[in-house]
């Protein structure tokens, strides 16, 4: 399927404002992807206005792509809608703890992977922001998300304004077992990475951090063990507050 | 996108076996899907041996679909091979915590969404099994899975053998809000559940399970709070047991 293949991530954009009824039809084919129990356990923030947009950026820590992009669209697992409609409805919500939050996370997601395909088939591109669930408490905060829901991921949404060549997957029987899952081997890794390990682009992200080994800039640059605890402990005292492991 | 807003889930598949090239096909185009600073920290496992899916099946509680799938999907976060890959490079891993299996969890979705996408473009169907975060600890011993991987979803696949309709969703503007969260009150709430409510299948649902209201199909039969609770504790267990909350 060309669409999904040629999928690149666009972290520049075009100054260009999207019109209403595109991003209304994106998030339409959203929620058109599978949900658990049809329930529908999420919201989706779309923030556009400058002043909020620059509000926003700082808690994806001034990524470029989080400054300049047009729309962000914010995705969180969201029982408050669902456990509301139980409370008026005779019905006593049982929706406070982790599985909830789980069941909704994964319902968020599968609703923007969909928004992201739908985009890049109208001519938009797309940058999923990963420091969604490092700063929650924080979008929490500045989007009034109440109790019982929780931001998962960001994906920032505008007309491209660069054309990125695809990037470098480990090939693809290095993600897939057949029946049982086989661990790997050092020789196996080594297959596996190899061809990353080779580009240019890579061997200069090396260089450029000063470091031995490709692995080692994402150890000790990119995805520190000490930052991942810092974000592990604040995610979960945010989803504490936010009701979810009760 | 016609594709996606037509897409319905498939419960009863044709007796006949998906090709291994199909199969191949749309997990390449899974793995064509965003993924955290490009580490695809995830994996899939296929099963489609007879015996296998046998014992499989009860860990999604017998539901038919995964009884009579001929392939089913397991998807998992896994820090397993990345780490390894580290600490054959020099590199100290510090992916044994929350934050990294939430990371990786979002990666394994938005794989999930891609390969059910084009699954579907291919002429396939397929449903999502929610029972298998239920039963984690139970699928990674089936599947040998290792410390640092934990299986989210499962995508049962096949040709259709059934053509149902579209299933009911809340109006658009039910699930979006724009620059902030605006929270529901009462009227807002039966307003946006009125047509699910006013449904003949939901009425019959009601009546089925000798409730009120159809809410308490939901609290009290399908996903109720005891067993929420429950399920809870078990994944927060095998989280910890997986390595994930170091």
């Known amino acids: 399927m060309e669409l999904l293949n040629q999928h690149v991530t666009i972290r520049k954009f075009k100054n260009q404002t999207v019109p209403q009824k595109l991003i209304e039809s994106v998030l339409y084919s959203g929620t058109r992807a599978s949900t658990t129990g049809n329930m529908q356990v999420y919201s989706v923030i779309v923030t556009q206005e ?10 994806h820590f001034n990524q470029p792509v ?77 989007l009034d998300l109440p109790k019982l ?3 998962v991921t960001t994906v920032a949404l505008g007309y491209p304004d660069e054309n990125p060549g695809l990037t ?41 951090n000063d470091k031995e080994t490709l692995a080692q800039v994402f150890t000790d640059v990119r995805y520190k063990k000490k930052d991942n605890e810092f974000f592990s402990e604040k995610m979960l005292k945010t989803l504490k507050d936010q009701g979810f492991m009760e």
């Open 50 to 59: 400058e002043k909020r947009r620059q509000e926003l950026a700082p808690l």
């Open 168 to 208: 470098d997957r480990i090939p693809l029987e290095g993600v897939i077992h057949y029946e049982k899952y086989v661990d790997y081997n050092e020789t196996r890794i080594r297959e596996l990475y190899a061809y990353k390990e080779s580009l240019d682009s890579m061997k200069q992200f090396v260089t450029e």
């Open 149 to 151: 829901t929780f931001p």
């Open 66 to 142: 989080a400054v300049n992009a047009p729309v962000l669209l914010t995705f969180a697992a969201d029982f408050n809608r669902f456990s509301k409609w139980c409370q008026f409805n005779s019905a006593e919500p049982g929706y406070n703890n982790f599985i909830s939050f789980i069941t909704a996370t994964i319902d968020a997601l599968l609703v923007a992977q969909n928004v992201c395909v739908a985009a890049e088939n109208n001519g938009l591109g797309i940058c999923y922001l990963g420091t969604t669930t490092y700063n929650a408490g924080e979008i929490i905060t500045l």
